[in-house]
T-cell receptor
Framework: KAGVTQTPRYLIKTRGQQVTLSCSPI?????VSWYQQTPGQGLQFLFE???????NKGNFPGRFSGRQFSNSRSEMNVSTLELGDSALYLC????????????FGPGTRLTVT | DQQVKQNSPSLSVQEGRISILNCDYT??????FLWYKKYPAEGPTFLIS?????DKNEDGRFTVFLNKSAKHLSLHIVPSQPGDSAVYFC????????????FGGGTRLMVKP
């Protein structure tokens, strides 16, 4: 089975721009979560989607948003980028929300200049 | 407010010996705990998990111990191998909270040949 895939792997953007990151979960997995990893804050939960619905959202500003499609693929969007948004963005999937083990993709490294 | 803490940022162990990685949590609502291993430029890889109804779970060279009264868990790796060198994260989840992991800050394990 193919693992979680994320595109693009690397991205450089300028302050004020917006960015969209994509995640394809493991086949058959319907729950997708997003996390941000930074040196200062570590790994932090962004949001979780299941059946095209956002189930949970972490403590991030409204500039961070996401969605899930009917095929379980997910995208996250960050608008009005700030330097502090530079991070590794990780997507994780699991079969459903009650299945606690999540499987992570390789991440998208976003650099904001 | 760090609800999951890994107080040792790094640990160095000789090949063949035991590696013990520790994790403390403060939120008594956490009831499922996981360990992930992460190599640079890759997403975290799930290692082993434990439910709060157990105090021990084994999988090959990896054993996780949970002490609920002390709000403490540990990961034992026996015997340690150079390929185990990575950053290890403990994570916690709350029942019925979906897939919303709270991560510790990580411990960098170095296994010396």
């Amino acid at each position: 089975k193919a693992g979680v895939t994320q595109t693009p792997r690397y991205l450089i953007k300028t302050r004020g721009q917006q960015v969209t990151l994509s995640c394809s979960p493991i086949s058959g997995h319907r729950s997708v979560s997003w996390y941000q990893q930074t040196p200062g804050q570590g790994l932090q939960f962004l949001f979780e989607y299941f059946s095209e619905t956002q189930r949970n959202k972490g403590n991030f500003p409204g500039r961070f948003s996401g969605r899930q499609f009917s095929n379980s693929r997910s995208e996250m969007n960050v608008s009005t980028l700030e330097l502090g948004d530079s991070a590794l963005y990780l997507c994780a999937s699991s079969p459903h929300p009650g299945y606690y083990e999540q499987y992570f993709g390789p991440g998208t490294r976003l650099t904001v200049t | 407010d760090q609800q999951v803490k890994q107080n040792s940022p790094s640990l160095s162990v000789q090949e063949g010996r035991i590696s013990i990685l520790n994790c403390d949590y403060t939120n008594s609502m956490f009831d499922y705990f996981l360990w992930y291993k992460k190599y640079p430029a890759e997403g975290p890889t799930f290692l082993i998990s434990i439910s709060s109804i157990k105090d021990k779970n084994e999988d090959g060279r990896f054993t996780v111990f949970l002490n609920k009264s002390a709000k403490h868990l540990s990961l034992h790796i026996v015997p340690s191998q150079p390929g185990d060198s990575a950053v290890y994260f403990c994570a916690a989840n709350r029942i019925n909270a979906g897939n919303m992991l709270t991560f510790g800050g990580g411990t960098r394990l170095m296994v010396k040949p």
